[in-house]
């Protein structure tokens, strides 16, 4: 089940309690990418071994350096956090006295960058007390997207974000990691991953059976580690009131993708930047292709430009051409400019 099919999932139990009854015919598994789906299967655990196992494999931890044992904390800064996007999903300290922190994230979000600082940032300040030395433990940021966050590296899915200084990690202690979930579907479905067998790539091909609902390849099930997560993701699970939860407190996920394309919107049209153009590409075309393109395209430009002043619509075009987009792609937006301008 992708972010799509759960998204309407939602709605239809938010309508009728009964249809998840008919989901369930229909899917094997849940979003394993939503915020309570993810919570339930690597939170909940009692041993947390497959948070472990996850963690390490995208961390690429491995001998002494990987992490054998992980205690998950409460959110540690009560009255900070009061709104969803600002609760980590997973805050933990493994048996080094090293913090994770996991956020998994659903969208482009123009403030994503700022929030993985300001968590690592209380994370910090939380390490240090009165009279005590300024020495910090390893941290880690892992970030989960479901959107593709480095369109300039469309071969790479896993991307190390290190603050340099003449060519040397200024502080190697923080690390930030983020996996470009979809990214490594696309490259896997063009054989680009084949020879890839990093134990980051058997885990995303795990998350691929689950969110494309497709048969995992062989060695996926034949391991002790994945067959416990296949059968944890099970929309057979997962009761009625996670659910309801999801939809009331956690992720209104349709409330997600308005705010998304109104991003969208704004950043690529109004701003005219190609960074807001990467952005509204991603929520366009990411989600998948013939959805996203049509909602981007349709929604995102005739409203978009239908909404906006006429230097926005000026601008918007400079941006398409700058991108690269084909000129009978540009030219067909502008007679749709044009058909505004006679129509506002």
Same mark, same amino acid.
């Given at each position: 089940? =992708?972010?799509?099919?759960?998204?309407? @999932? &939602? %709605? *239809? +139990?938010?309508? !009728?309690?009964?249809? @998840?009854?008919?989901?369930? %015919?229909l899917y094997q598994y849940a979003y394993i990418l939503s915020d309570g789906i993810f919570k339930v299967v690597f939170a909940e655990e009692k041993s947390h071994s497959l948070l472990i196992s996850l963690v390490n494999a995208m961390l690429d931890l491995q001998g002494g350096e990987a992490i054998k044992d992980i205690t998950l904390e409460m959110q540690e800064f009560p009255g900070i956090f009061n709104k969803k996007n600002c609760i980590l !999903?997973? +805050? /933990?300290?493994? =048996? *080094?006295g090293e913090k994770v922190l996991v956020e998994v994230q659903q969208k482009s979000d123009r403030f994503f960058k700022d929030r993985v600082e300001y968590y690592i940032s209380r994370v910090i300040e939380n390490q240090v007390h009165t009279s005590e030395k300024? %020495? &910090?433990?390893? +941290?880690y940021f892992l970030g &989960?997207? !479901?959107? %593709?966050m480095f369109p300039e590296e469309p071969s790479t899915y896993i991307h190390r974000v290190d603050e340099m200084c003449h060519g040397k990690k200024f502080f190697p202690k923080i690390q930030k990691i983020f996996v470009e979930i979809d990214k490594f579907f696309e490259l896997e479905n063009r054989g680009s991953t084949k020879s890839d067998n990093s134990a980051a790539a058997q885990w995303l091909r795990a998350i691929k059976a689950i969110v494309k609902e497709e048969r995992a390849p062989e060695n996926i099930l034949k391991n002790e580690t994945f067959q416990r997560l296949l059968n944890s993701v099970k929309l057979i699970n997962f009761e009625e009131e996670l659910f309801n939860l999801e939809v009331k407190n956690m992720t209104d996920l349709m409330a997600e993708h308005e705010e998304g394309l109104a991003e969208g919107r704004e950043l690529g049209f109004a701003e005219g930047k190609c960074e807001g153009f990467a952005e509204g590409k991603t929520e /366009?075309?990411?989600? /998948?292709k013939t959805e996203g393109f049509a909602e981007g395209k349709n929604e995102g430009l005739a409203t978009g430009f239908a909404e906006g002043k006429e230097q926005e619509r000026a601008d918007s075009i400079a941006v398409l051409q700058e991108m690269g987009l084909p000129a009978d792609k540009v030219a067909e937006f502008q007679a749709k400019l044009e058909a505004l301008n006679k129509n506002p």
């Open positions: 089940m =992708n972010r799509t099919q759960y998204r309407a @999932l &939602l %709605e *239809a +139990i938010s309508i !009728d309690k009964n249809n @998840l009854l008919k989901y369930r %015919e !999903d997973i +805050i /933990g300290t493994t =048996n *080094a300024y %020495e &910090l433990p390893r +941290i &989960l997207l !479901d959107f %593709e /366009g075309f990411a989600e /998948g």
